[in-house]
């Protein structure tokens, strides 16, 4: 029987309901997925920092998704390169993609091993950037910052 192999690759940090909806889409788009789950140095050379939640842990959260049948640690920046271990028939990214010079010498690359390329539309939700920010905000020094920004502030009886 044949069936169609898809692959999500994503740093999935931080997951999210963004990331969920994601993966859930995916699946229903393809007979076994696959979650890329990119690994913290190829992270930091795409994205310039490290995530938040080490590798080790965001695989097992992704593991654990039921809509996710395998992970894969991806650890090269060549999405062909992963295919040639993977062996996937469909790949799925994001919409901010399409029409892109890399968008499509990712098309040409993979139209030439016969593999479909599933363009999903970015949907607005929690994002890992939004929640990275949000961290930086309460635990940056400074006043209005930390761990009691937002908190309200009591006054000794002799400032009232």
């Given at each position: 029987?044949?069936?169609?192999?898809?692959?999500?690759?994503g740093v999935y940090d931080l997951f999210h309901v963004g990331h969920l909806?994601?993966?859930?889409?995916a699946r229903s788009q393809c007979d076994y997925l696959v979650a890329g789950v990119v690994?913290?140095?190829m992270a930091e050379l795409a994205k310039g920092r490290r995530p938040v939640?080490?590798?080790v842990e965001r695989l097992e959260i992704v593991r654990s998704v039921r809509f996710v049948d395998a992970a894969f640690v991806e650890t090269v920046p060549d999405k062909l390169e992963t295919w040639h271990q993977v062996r996937f028939?469909?790949?799925?990214?994001?919409?901010?993609?399409r029409g892109t010079d890399k968008g499509r010498r990712l098309e040409e690359k993979f139209a030439a091993v016969g593999v479909e390329i599933v363009y999903f539309p970015y949907t607005v939700h929690t994002s890992s950037t939004q929640l990275r920010r949000a961290l930086?905000?309460?635990?940056?020094?400074?006043?209005?910052?930390?761990?009691?920004?937002g908190a309200p502030q009591?006054?000794?009886?002799e400032a009232r």
């Amino acid at each position: 029987m044949l069936h169609r192999v898809g692959y999500a690759p994503g740093v999935y940090d931080l997951f999210h309901v963004g990331h969920l909806n994601i993966l859930r889409h995916a699946r229903s788009q393809c007979d076994y997925l696959v979650a890329g789950v990119v690994s913290d140095e190829m992270a930091e050379l795409a994205k310039g920092r490290r995530p938040v939640v080490p590798l080790v842990e965001r695989l097992e959260i992704v593991r654990s998704v039921r809509f996710v049948d395998a992970a894969f640690v991806e650890t090269v920046p060549d999405k062909l390169e992963t295919w040639h271990q993977v062996r996937f028939d469909v790949l799925f990214k994001g919409d901010d993609w399409r029409g892109t010079d890399k968008g499509r010498r990712l098309e040409e690359k993979f139209a030439a091993v016969g593999v479909e390329i599933v363009y999903f539309p970015y949907t607005v939700h929690t994002s890992s950037t939004q929640l990275r920010r949000a961290l930086d905000v309460l635990t940056s020094p400074g006043p209005g910052n930390g761990a009691n920004a937002g908190a309200p502030q009591l006054s000794s009886p002799e400032a009232r």
